[in-house]
């Protein structure tokens, strides 16, 4: 299994709501992201798990809360979001390793997230 | 500052041509660097990886590394409509055992008929 599945494919919740994004990957890796990407813009990275345990926050707000239950999957939680929090929402994996030299992601479909 | 610079075009190409797509980055000491093909509305998805100076050729992919000048390039042989997408090039930098790689902003393709 060579896949990162998402859900939900589309999500569209209001100011108030409380939300999660779910990941998930069946690849053995031990390391998982969350990228935050807008129209136009790369992907920009917004936590890093590694080996279940969070090891970068790119200074991301706190009404975004992740959370790594095991080693396969990866969550979201959304709460009080802002309309400017609307984008595609990303989760990727890799390998998790000190040594070698790949380390390629491989990326789930997202979830457009729309805040109203 | 770690960077990846691309042009974000778009680069127009006829199709059966060649496109070539390039990207420069700033830390000399990067070890691996990633092409992902995106299309609008999708994840990127991996097209290639290369680590080594020299050319990685897979299919009508071929990446280009040049460490001493700092570049990688992406070259799409026998260009397709089907070929239309942004190229996102990613770069993971030597720094602290991280391996989060730098995206650059990447380049729009257009293959016309």
């Known amino acids: 299994d060579t896949e990162v599945t998402q859900t939900p494919k589309h999500l569209v919740m209001g100011m108030t709501n409380k939300k999660s994004l779910k990941c998930e990957q069946h690849?053995?890796?031990?390391?998982m992201y969350w990228y935050k990407q807008k129209a136009k813009k790369p992907p920009e990275l917004m936590f890093v798990?590694?080996?279940?345990?969070?090891?970068i926050n790119e200074s991301v707000p706190s009404r975004f809360s992740p959370e790594c239950p095991n080693s396969s999957l990866l969550n979201l939680h959304l709460h009080a979001l802002q309309p400017e929090d609307s984008a595609l929402y990303l989760c990727?994996?890799?390998?998790?390793?000190?040594?070698?030299?790949?380390?390629?992601?491989?990326f789930g479909p997202g979830t457009r997230l729309t805040v109203l | 500052q770690k960077e990846v610079e691309q042009n974000s075009g778009p680069l127009s190409v006829p199709e059966g041509a060649i496109a070539s797509l390039n990207c420069t980055y700033s830390?000399?000491?990067?070890?691996?660097f990633f092409w992902y093909r995106q299309y609008s509305g999708k994840s990127p998805e991996l097209i290639m990886f290369?680590?080594?100076?020299g050319d990685k050729e897979d299919g009508r992919f071929t990446a280009q590394l040049n460490k001493a000048s700092q570049y990688v390039s992406l070259l799409i042989r026998d260009s397709q409509p089907s070929d239309s997408a942004t190229y996102l090039c990613?770069?993971?930098?030597?720094?602290?055992?991280?391996?989060?790689?730098?995206f650059g902003r990447g380049t729009s393709l257009i293959v016309h008929p």
């Open positions: 990727a994996s890799s390998q998790a390793s000190s040594g070698g030299a790949s380390r390629e992601q491989f």
């Open positions: 690849m053995g890796h031990r390391a």
């Open positions: 798990y590694s080996y279940e345990k969070l090891s």
């Open positions: 830390d000399r000491g990067s070890q691996s």
């Open positions: 290369i680590y080594s100076n």
């Open positions: 990613a770069v993971r930098f030597a720094s602290g055992g991280s391996y989060i790689p730098t």
